[in-house]
Structure formats: structure tokens, C-alpha cells
């Protein structure tokens, strides 16, 4: 009766996490109301143990309480014998329903269960995939307390199948500045619904960047401060407030704002649109600052193949002046504009690397052989490197002043695209290592004048077929690849799961649009994404320009 019970539990459970789960890839923008530590839309309630449950009952259970978070996982803590110790936030293991196995022990004092993991959360809320479905193998312990089967030894963190986790953690942002404080660079975690406003706060006041993202960004909070108390409270008016040391009043405004602007931007990730700093309940005056803005021209910039380049205006192309002609004259295979279409990163048909810049000169700024397309970042320099030496990515200003970058895809042996994201403080990539190509993303860290990637995180670690990506938006990689004659389109969020869509047939090259995103086929045919409809845009098209965003 009980394992018919706990299978009636489950189908229940599968069937809520379809209805509920949430995107975690998309703008950063607030959601639909205030989410704070004691309001949630759905929740689980798990079961309790069973009157006379065996040990792999009891484990099993055991296991299933972990989608219930509410009261710091207690009912899962009653399967417990008073005193063992486990820590439910140290990790979250995601894995696959079909695969989960509960096995004794030959005395019935242990169980072993046996798992295929295909995702880990850290404690910090950084989501890391797994490579395939990575066997793993959790050990328990038991002892009889009041004739009833109790844990005695659990290893740290909750277990969740892939289709329930999205249900009991929510992705948000946790967002930094770059280093000149001019734009916000998010930092997708993943936590628990009940306490996804408090855990924000935390990870921003308290906390630091995942490790990989770590010496590119900037925090305002300083090292010193901390939360005052764990949570956020809400006002009768609506407001969320987060409660700060006095100390706090002896900072200087631009800093209080900025805080005040990281605060805001994060929190509204969880659906709250009104925060307040406050000391001793009483607010501090802050407001947030301009920021600079991070999506694309609406107008796509494109190369015909009559050998015009300018921005698409309906059937026309309508020239950049003093850009179009000095690009035009590189005979491009590749082209990327910097915010102001001041500047391009071209790949030439001979291919080199080169600049084209709006007066009209041109800059010839790598000449190695097997060069992929350039990209450019938040200085206005390009960056190159060799399809077969990923470690030797080279930056040269505009008008020709190289540098190296250090620590660059460290044990890739190839490298098949590369682009800069528009807050300038990460690089994604599409690498092949082992045989099998996989998406990466690094930190860039600048410091004096030498510029470094941070360790690479791994975003998928199989994407077969994989050949051109894009910042899609400030928390998503596009990826397309070509798999069996058939075009993909792959949207992976920078810190969680992604999605995996079709992509018009014969698809070459892919770029983001204003709310938009942007493939052109190899006949010329260029075509735009709204929803999930692929509407035909312009034909003789031969490179389709990625941009690094708009001034507007």
C-alpha cells in the first residue's frame, strides 16, 4: 500500500512540475509581483516516514522530502535519528527518474542508491551539467529508533529529478557591475522558491561571484558589510526591504546607489519591483544609476551579395557612412559592429583578420593562418585567434596594437566560434576538446594592461554538430549546428539549463536581434525568430553582421 502510494505521490508530482516549470533563459526584467520568504505560488508538501517502512523506504522517502524546502526541509529532517547532522543547502543533485535505485545492504542497516546525474547546484546556487548521465552513488545508514527505521548517516544536499527541480528552485540573477561600472553583468543561481528573495540578498551582500566569473565583474557592497538578519521583509505599501548595518550610513552616495541599483536588478529577477536599503527600519536615500543598455539595433546589419554593406531598411540597404565603403573594400566572410557602428571587426576573404573604421581606414591586424571570425569587446579591440590554437587568442586595438590574453581555453585543441557578450566581461566559445566540441564561458579580467580569462565554465558538454553561436541576450548563448542535414538551434542559459529549438534548413550563421533572433541560410536567405515562428526577412544576403548592441 505504501509503495502504491508513493507512486500515485510521484505521478502527481511529474505531472505539477510540467504545468509549473518556469524559462530560465531571457531578459532580465521584473516579474510579475513580489516573491519574498513566505509567499510562493505552488509548493510541495512530501510525506513523512511511513509507520514500519523498510530502510529503502525510509531512504527513498527520504529523498522525495527534499522537494519540500519550507521550515529548512523539516519534514524531510523526520526521517533523521535526533542528532544525525545533514546540511540540505550544500548541494543539489538533479537526476534521472527512470535511473534512481535504492538497494540494502545484506545486513539492512545501509541502503546504496545508485543514480544518473545529469546537473549539480553548489551551495552558492551555481547550476554545472553533467557530462551525459554520470553515474553516481550515494550511501546510507540506519538504526532502529523506537522500532522504527531512522537515518543515520546522509551525505549533504537533496536529490531531485530533472522534471521537479525547476518546480522547488528558481533561477534569478545576482547582478554585478563591470569594471568601469557602466553596465550589469547577471549572475544566474539557482535557489529554493520559499527563500529565493533572501537568498538573493545574501549571495549579493554577503556572498561573491561563481567562481568563474570572479575578477571580471565588480561589487559594490563592500567586503565589510553584511545582511542584518537572513531575510526580506515586505511593507504593507508593497516595498521589499533589506535591513543593513549602521555602517551602511557611512558610505558615500555613488556607492549607496550603485548598491542600491545591484539590489534592485536582482531582486526584481524574483518578481519584486520596489526595494528599500534600510538601517534600524529606517530607509536609505539611494536610487539606482544609468546603466548602459545591452540589447541590439533593431535594424540587422548585412553584407548582399552584390557587395553592399549597410543596414537593412525593408527591401533597401542604407549605408553607414564612412563604414559601408571601407567594409566593402575587405571583401568580408565575417563582420561585427561595435555599439556605435564606429568600428568593424572584419574576416577577409583572404582571411585575415582586419578593421574598418568610419573614416574610411582599414587595419590588417592578424594574418595567421586558419583565423575564425573576430569579435570585439568594451575597448573597441578585436580579438582573433587560430581555429587550431584556441590558447592563442591575440587582442589588437583598431588601428593595430596587439597584446595576448593569458590562460585562454586551456586544454581545447580547437576552436570553432567565439563572441564577446555586450557587457564586455565574458567571452563564450564553441571549443573542441577530446573530440567532442562543448560551449564554454570565461570571465575576462584586466588588470593593468594584461587581460586574462578566468577558469572556463562549461555550458553543455556535448554539443555535436555545433558551429556558430551568439549572445542571444545578457543570460543566454544561441548555438547552431547542424546534426544529420538538419539545422538546430540550441539557447543556452549562461548558469542553468537550456532549450532546443529547429533552425531553418541550411542555416550558416546566427545573431541576436532587438527582440529578435537572426539566422541566415546558404542561399542568401535571411530569416527572423519572434516566438517560435521563423519569418523570411531578405534574400541575397551574404554575411549576416553581429552587433555588440545600440546606442539607444
Known sequence: MRRALALVSLALVLALAACTGLPTSGYVNPGRGPQVDDTQAFAFVPDGPQEDATPAEIVEGFLRAGSGPADDWATAKMFLA???????????????LADRRATP????????VSLSTVATVDASG???????STAQSLSFTLARVDDQWRITSAPDGVVLYEEVFPTVYQSASVVYFDPSWSALVPDVRWFPRPLVASRIATALVDGSPSGWLAGAVRNAFPDELSLV?????????????????????ALDRTTLDRMQTQLGRSLATAGISDVQMTVEGTPIAASEVSVRVTRVDP????????????????????????????????????????VDRSLAAVRTRQGGIASALADGRT?????????????IDADGAIWSVPSTAPTQVRVTTAEGVPREVGNAWPDASEIVAMRISRDGTRVAAIVTVSGVREVWVAGIQREGGDIDLGAPHVLSLSQQGAFDLAWLDDTTVGVLAGVDGS??????????????????????SLAAG????????????????????????????????????TTS
Do not use: H, N
Request: cysteine-free.
Open 82 to 96: 535526533s542528532g544525525t547532522k545533514w546540511d540540505p543547502s550544500a548541494r543539489v543533485t538533479i537526476d534521472r
Open 105 to 112: 545492504t545484506a545486513d539492512g542497516s545501509g541502503v546504496s
Open 126 to 132: 551555481a547550476y554545472s551539467p553533467s557530462a551525459g
Open 229 to 249: 538578519g537572513r531575510s526580506v521583509t515586505l511593507t504593507t505599501g508593497g516595498v521589499a526591504q533589506v535591513q543593513l548595518p549602521r555602517a551602511a550610513l
Open 299 to 338: 535594424t540587422p546589419a548585412v553584407l548582399t551579395t552584390a557587395g553592399v554593406f549597410g543596414a537593412l531598411s525593408g527591401d533597401s540597404v542604407e549605408a553607414i557612412p564612412g563604414l559601408s565603403d571601407a567594409v566593402e573594400s575587405l571583401e568580408p566572410l565575417s563582420i561585427e559592429l561595435e
Open 363 to 375: 587595419f590588417l591586424l592578424d594574418d595567421r593562418p586558419g583565423l575564425i571570425a573576430p569579435t
Open 487 to 508: 539545422s538546430t538551434l540550441r539557447e543556452l542559459s549562461v548558469g542553468g539549463r537550456g532549450i532546443e529549438a529547429t533552425a531553418p534548413d541550411g542555416a550558416i
Open 514 to 549: 532587438s527582440t529578435s533572433v537572426r539566422v541566415l541560410d546558404d542561399q542568401g536567405r535571411l530569416y527572423s525568430r519572434r516566438g517560435s515562428s521563423w519569418t523570411l526577412v531578405a534574400t541575397d544576403v551574404r554575411v549576416l553582421a553581429a552587433q555588440q548592441g
